[in-house]
């Protein structure tokens, strides 16, 4: 049973410190999405890669925030410094994207990372 | 810039009924609609697809239809069980590929 997994599952630190979010795709999809989860702000796309490169990072904070796939079966999110304001949950999402335009289909969703910055 | 609305926000019904979540968009060049399930504390399961070019998907008790020029898709749920409770967000792929997402809908199913 195919699945996204992601690590660690709960994170408390405290602010200024590194984070670094790990999230292993299914096998085959090609397109990896970062998410966040707020109350207040819902579901929010911070970035998204295709074979590895990084299509769209618009939704995320430039300052602080970086994403990367070092390979294909392993996509990071870094928070460096964190701040209380990116306490949230973080998903990842893999797919397949079939036709050239950039379409995917069903996103498969990770457990979520929760994260408390203090 | 498309938005995409769920009613009602929180639902609480009776097991054994049916019943109907409404999505609206505003922008009706989608290529896709989805509708997912969040139970508390984990992730989200996507539970029906539909594509700009069909008009409904069934999967089990859930129906889920799609009327792209009035802007709406609704989820119905057939016999309703304690086990549906979870929040029901409802998504589409916009024109430039990007997923917009609704709010939700807190279903609650009382025994």
């Known amino acids: 049973d195919a699945r996204v997994t992601q690590t660690p599952r709960h994170k408390v630190t405290e602010m200024g410190q590194e984070v670094t979010m790990r999230c292993q795709p299914i096998?085959?999809?090609?397109?990896v999405f970062w998410y966040r989860q707020t109350m207040m702000q819902g579901l929010e796309l911070l970035a998204y890669?295709?074979?590895?490169?990084?299509?769209?990072d618009s939704g995320m904070p430039k300052d602080r925030f970086s994403a990367e796939m070092p390979d294909a079966t392993l996509a990071t999110l870094k928070i460096q410094p964190s701040e209380p304001r990116d306490s949230a949950v973080y998903f990842c999402?893999?797919?397949?994207?079939?036709?050239?335009?950039?379409?995917?289909?069903?996103?498969?969703f990770g457990p979520g990372t929760r994260l408390t910055v203090l | 810039k498309q938005e995409v609305t769920q009613i009602p926000a929180a639902l609480s019904v009776p097991e054994g009924e049916n019943l109907v979540l409404n999505c609206s968009f505003t922008?009706?060049?989608?290529?896709?609609l989805q509708w997912f399930r969040q139970d508390p504390g984990k992730g989200l399961t996507s539970l029906l697809l539909?594509?700009?070019s069909q008009r409904e998907q069934t999967s089990g008790r859930l129906n889920a239809s799609l009327d792209k020029s009035s802007g709406r898709s609704t989820l119905y749920i057939a016999a309703s069980q304690p086990g549906d409770s979870a929040t029901y967000l409802c998504?589409?792929?916009?024109?430039?590929?990007?997923?917009?997402w609704g709010a939700g809908t807190k279903l609650i199913i009382k025994p």
């Open positions: 096998l085959g999809h090609n397109t």
């Open positions: 998504a589409v792929t916009d024109s430039n590929y990007q997923l917009i």
């Open positions: 890669f295709r074979n590895r490169a990084p299509l769209d």
């Open positions: 922008d009706s060049a989608i290529y896709n």
């Open positions: 999402a893999s797919g397949l994207t079939r036709d050239g335009r950039g379409h995917t289909d069903t996103q498969y």
């Open positions: 539909i594509q700009s």
